[in-house]
């Protein structure tokens, strides 16, 4: 993976930086990038302050090779970017007439004049390059400070993220064209935690320089990350073979996809339909599932104790053919709770604790929720319901019939 080049995203406004709202433009950049072959080097966050933003680019564009500057481009008084950039570099704004007569049609063709505002927004560093905006007012521009090139871009993320596809990246391959393209294989357990995955794949495997693995968590599930380039790809495929045995038993799926979406497609492929019934979690499992299109032919949730062994077998009569799935009982002075898996042929019924430390509601949810995914993801894959170590799942009990 080339690493000479570097890139950095610069996100403005204050908004941004107090945390009001989650920067995704970065996010999505990143990865966006990353899939075309260039690497985000750094990420800086400035607020919405002209003389920081001065600084910011003054002193990032020394040590950056490219800067992607999002934000700061609108019509209002609190857009400083384009005064900053031209403070920056030490030279005027000045009217660039192009795109106000582009700003025009924009407002005409939806039968609208253009506000006086707007005229703003056409008021570039001297030395700016329009970069088009197809979606929407705030044109970007290019311009070059201390020897690095500057593109800025626009907040709002479609304008940002059509400019970034169809000009910003033809640009960026036109002037720094690259040799090697980086990959990275991904993997999600749950059971573990990251430093024990950690502690064992420091020990059993051999992993060589030009080759990282990486950790992502995000309770419940340790995503691993096997990144590399072309050039090494061999010794990329065989470690990553070696990674998979290691943590197969805890291991939910493969690449950048989602454990409801791995069931969803389990159950499609198997023309299978589903029944949720849910207590602890509160109606999130219907939300994902329905969000991920999956066969769910009816979803329930309940309060208290029932028998739900004998519930299921009432609901069977009209639904013959589906699988019943719910995590219920759930006992608070003890941490039990069951989880139940009727399907056509046999019923599964697990008495579990839950062990690991107690969090918030939501998480807690989450973490019930992918308990429920994996038995489900299990069984449709000819698994054993609950396998592997887990750190915080114990069996109590089991039964089937």
């Excluded at 999956?294 to 208290?304: N, R, V």
Aim: aromatic letters at 8%; charged letters at 20%; proline letters at 4%.
């Amino acid at each position: 993976m080339n690493h000479k080049i570097r890139i950095e995203m610069v996100s403005t406004g204050d908004e941004v930086l107090y945390g009001q709202i989650t920067d995704t433009n970065a996010a999505w950049l990143s990865g966006f990038l990353f899939q075309e072959g260039f690497l985000i080097t750094s990420r800086y966050t400035v607020g919405d302050d002209l003389t920081q933003l001065i600084t910011t680019l003054q002193s990032r564009s020394k040590v950056n090779d490219i800067i992607i500057f999002n934000g700061g481009l609108g019509p209002t008084s609190d857009d400083l970017t384009a005064q900053a950039a031209a403070i920056a570099n030490q030279e005027e704004l000045v009217l660039h007439q192009e795109w106000v007569d582009e700003m025009e049609r924009y407002f005409s063709t939806r039968g609208k004049t253009m506000p006086p505002a707007n005229m703003k927004q056409a008021m570039l560093p001297k030395s700016a390059y329009i970069v088009d905006n197809p979606v929407g007012t705030a044109c970007g521009f290019k311009m070059v400070i201390n020897s690095c090139v500057i593109f800025f871009t626009p907040g709002v993320p479609s304008e940002f993220r059509a400019m970034m596809r169809n000009q910003i990246l033809p640009a960026i391959k036109s002037q720094f064209p690259q040799d090697v393209q980086p990959i990275c294989y991904r993997l999600t357990t749950m059971g573990r935690s990251e430093s024990d995955l950690a502690t064992e794949i420091d020990a059993k495997l051999s992993v060589p320089a030009d080759i990282s693995v990486g950790y992502r968590s995000a309770m419940p599930i340790i995503e691993l990350k096997l990144t590399g380039n072309t050039h090494n790809q061999t010794a990329m495929d065989e470690l990553w073979q070696q990674l998979k045995v290691l943590v197969n038993d805890n291991t939910l799926y493969e690449g950048a996809t989602s454990l409801v979406k791995v069931v969803s497609e389990l159950l499609a492929e198997q023309s299978q339909p589903l029944i949720i019934i849910e207590q602890q979690t509160a109606g999130l499992m219907t939300y994902q599932l329905l969000g991920a299109d999956a066969p769910l032919i009816k979803s329930e949730i309940i309060t208290g104790q029932i028998n739900m062994q004998q519930y299921i077998q009432q609901l069977r009569q009209m639904h013959n053919n589906a699988i019943f799935l719910s995590l219920y009982d759930f006992e608070c002075d003890n941490s039990h709770f069951k989880l139940i898996l009727a399907t056509p042929a046999n019923t599964y019924i697990y008495q579990l604790k839950y062990t690991s430390r107690k969090h918030n509601k939501l998480t807690e949810q989450a973490i019930f929720s992918a308990i429920g995914y994996d038995a489900l993801r299990r069984y449709l894959t000819n698994n054993p319901i609950l396998v592997g170590p887990n750190i915080w799942l114990e069996v109590v009990d089991k039964q089937s019939d």
